[in-house]
């Protein structure tokens, strides 16, 4: 899931920022290589496709020849992964009980199974953006987990990430629907800017969604405060500035 998060957010060049091993499990380097148009399943590559679009599901007719051009997209980017990562086998799932196994395998599949397997390793990390993945990692296996949001928050404090790039990383996660844990001020004013200040378009309603029932308290003042001053600071157009400070 973190790599479909990265591929989402423009970010896979974020991982070599990091400086640490990529281990990607046997069947995640399989599952790649499906998307990158290596191997083929068997399964129709053209048709009817569904998507997100305009805050609603719509049908998109996929030819053959655009199917192509995404698997050469497709390629271009993940190869940025399959260049660096470690791809590990995981003989842990294959020796374990088929009782266990088999619901594993059938929430996860097999190439999600295996990561949490390989990361409950000394050492290792989680990085999945799944909660019900990372539930599991952590109160069955022991494992360590992480995710998009901290691991951006984690390239900042060690300035390998700018402040903007970080801001714009996790503002399109709010766009996605991801759940953000921290909303901060210049990500509220960059989801703002980015639904050209309309509260009902995303990333902006899903970055009001948290403060809707809020109770006035102290605390209410200093965050609305942060964020004005965030405005002040980011908008120089006052026109611009006005409507969220409003």
């Known amino acids: 899931s973190a790599i479909a998060t990265l591929f989402l957010c423009g970010a896979l060049d974020l991982i070599p920022k990091l400086n640490l091993p990529i281990i990607i499990s046997q069947g995640c380097a399989e599952e790649l290589d499906r998307i990158m148009g290596k191997t083929h399943d068997g399964s129709p590559r053209a048709g009817l496709h569904f998507a ?11 030819t053959e020849q655009l ?29 374990m009980d088929e009782e266990t196994k088999k619901p594993l395998v059938a929430i996860f599949g097999r190439h999600g199974a295996q990561s949490i397997l390989l ?4 050492g290792r990390v989680l990085w ?20 998009t949001e901290l691991v951006v928050a984690n390239l900042e404090t060690k300035g390998l990430v700018t402040r903007k790039e970080a801001v714009a990383a996790v503002t399109t996660l709010l766009g996605y629907r991801y759940e953000v844990l921290i909303i901060t001020p210049a990500i509220f004013v960059e989801s703002a800017r980015r639904a050209g200040w309309d509260k009902r378009i995303s990333p902006f309603s899903e970055a009001l969604a948290p403060f809707v029932n809020l109770r006035v308290t102290e605390n209410i003042f200093a965050i609305i405060g942060g964020i ?8 120089a157009d006052n026109k611009e500035r006005a409507p969220i400070i409003r």
């Open 52 to 62: 997100w679009q305009d805050e609603k599901i719509v049908g998109i007719q996929v």
């Open 119 to 122: 990361a409950k390793k000394p």
């Open 128 to 147: 999945s953006d799944d909660f019900v993945q990372s539930s599991i990692a952590v109160k069955e296996y022991g494992a360590r987990v992480a995710w």
């Open 228 to 235: 004005a001053s965030e405005a002040i600071r980011e908008v």
């Open 67 to 95: 199917q192509a051009e995404r698997d050469e997209y497709f390629a271009k980017q993940l190869e940025k992964i399959r260049a660096i990562a470690v791809v590990e086998p995981c003989r842990e799932l294959s020796s």
